[in-house]
C-alpha cells in the first residue's frame, strides 16, 4: 500500500510527526482540561518525551496498521492536535480513528477538517470498508465531530471501561464506506 499522507487541508497539514514537535505535543496533552475525558494523560514532560520516540520509531515501519498523524496549522506551522487511523481488522478492513486537539483551537472547525481529510483517505485510498470512533458521552465536541463526519451512534456501552479511578461509559460511532462515499459531504 501506498502511503496515503501528508494531507493537506485549506487550514491544516496532516503529517507525520517529527522530534521537533515535542514543545507543541506537550502544550495539549498536559492540559488537564484537554485530556480530561480522554484513556491518558495529563502528561509528564517525561510521558511525552516517551510518546513521541514511539511514534518516531513506529514511523520508521511501512506499511503499519496504525498511522498517527501531527495536525499542523499551517498559518502558524505549528502542531495543534494528532489524529490517528489503526486498522483493527484487516479482514473486513475496519479500523478506528481517534484525535486530539488543543483547547486553544476547539470551536473552530478543525477537527471535523482534519477528520474528514482522513475518512477521505481511509475510504478512497486505502479502500476501508468501515470506520469506527469512540468517545466518553460527557464528551459532547468529540461525538459532535463524529456526528457533522456523517458518523452514527451504535452503542452506548455503560461503565465498560475504568479509566482514571471510575467507570466510564462509552459511545460509539461509525460509519461505512458506502456512505461516506454517497454522501454530499466532499473532501477537504
Known sequence: MNRWFPIETKR????????????DIHAYASDPEVVRLMIWGPNTPETTKAFLAGVLKEQERWPRPAVSLAIELKSER???GGIDLRVKDEKN??????YVLARAHWGQGYMVEAARAVLDAAFRQIGLHRVWATCDPRNRASYRVMEKLGMRREAHFCKDAMEKGEWRDTYLYAILAEE????AAPPN
Do not use: C, K
Not at 478492513?93 to 481517534?98: L, P
Open 12 to 23: 491544516l497539514l496532516l503529517r507525520e510527526f517529527r522530534a521537533d514537535d515535542e514543545q
Open 180 to 183: 461516506w462515499l454517497n454522501s
Open 93 to 98: 478492513r475496519a479500523a478506528d480513528v481517534g
Open 78 to 80: 505549528r502542531v495543534i
